[in-house]
């Protein structure tokens, strides 16, 4: 019988820039593409490896590891913005992003921050959902000439 996997959360390394950069793409060309056309897939999927390189330095990040092997990461911006929550598509539903969304509300909590938010993606929604999120509106932006709804979410801390 196969055990539950092992998942371990730790702060991003600047060694991990391309790893969590293939994962974004896979994660975005092999997931969320249930739920978007392919031009918008192809449009969110671009990314800049010096931007990807300063956003990771500008802001908390953290990797989720299964068996060793990284499986997922999360960021927190000082306002208590989650910009990104992205799952390697071979590591879905074990609980990678529960796991990493724990380690940020207890940094978020240490931090002094009472509310976290965060603009999900339709494929995201049932996972913030199940988190604790309420959504506040559903907005569209444009990315690259694609149009893409988002939904604003909120959770509200434990006092
Ligand atoms: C959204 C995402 C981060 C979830 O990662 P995950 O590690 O698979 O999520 P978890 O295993 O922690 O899921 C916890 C619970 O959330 C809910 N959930 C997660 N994904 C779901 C889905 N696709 N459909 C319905 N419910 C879902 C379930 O209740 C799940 O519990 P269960 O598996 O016991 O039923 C991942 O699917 C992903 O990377 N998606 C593509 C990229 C994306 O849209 N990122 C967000 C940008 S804002």
């Not at 092999?30 to 031009?39: G, H, L, M, R």
């Not at 509310?115 to 999900?120: A, M």
């Not at 569209?140 to 939904?151: G, L, N, T």
Request: proline share 3%; hydrophobic share 45%.
């Amino acid at each position: 019988m196969q055990g539950l996997p092992l998942i371990e959360v730790r702060p991003y390394r600047a060694s991990d820039l391309d790893g969590v950069i293939d994962l974004f793409q896979r994660a975005v060309r092999e997931t969320a593409s249930a739920d978007y056309t392919a031009a918008q897939i192809e449009a969110w999927a671009q990314a800049d490896r010096d931007e990807w390189e300063l956003g990771r330095a500008s802001r908390p990040t953290w990797v989720g590891l299964v068996d060793g092997e990284l499986a997922g990461f999360a960021d927190l911006e000082k306002n208590g913005l989650i910009d990104m929550m992205f799952v390697d598509p071979l590591h879905q539903r074990k609980s990678v992003a529960t796991s990493l969304l724990a380690r940020i509300e207890a940094e978020a909590d240490e931090a002094g921050l009472t509310t976290l938010h965060t603009y999900s993606s339709v494929t995201a929604r049932p996972f913030f959902e199940y988190c604790g999120f309420t959504m506040l509106l559903a907005r569209a932006v444009i990315v690259r000439e694609q149009r893409f709804v988002q939904f604003v979410m909120e959770k509200v801390l434990d006092l």
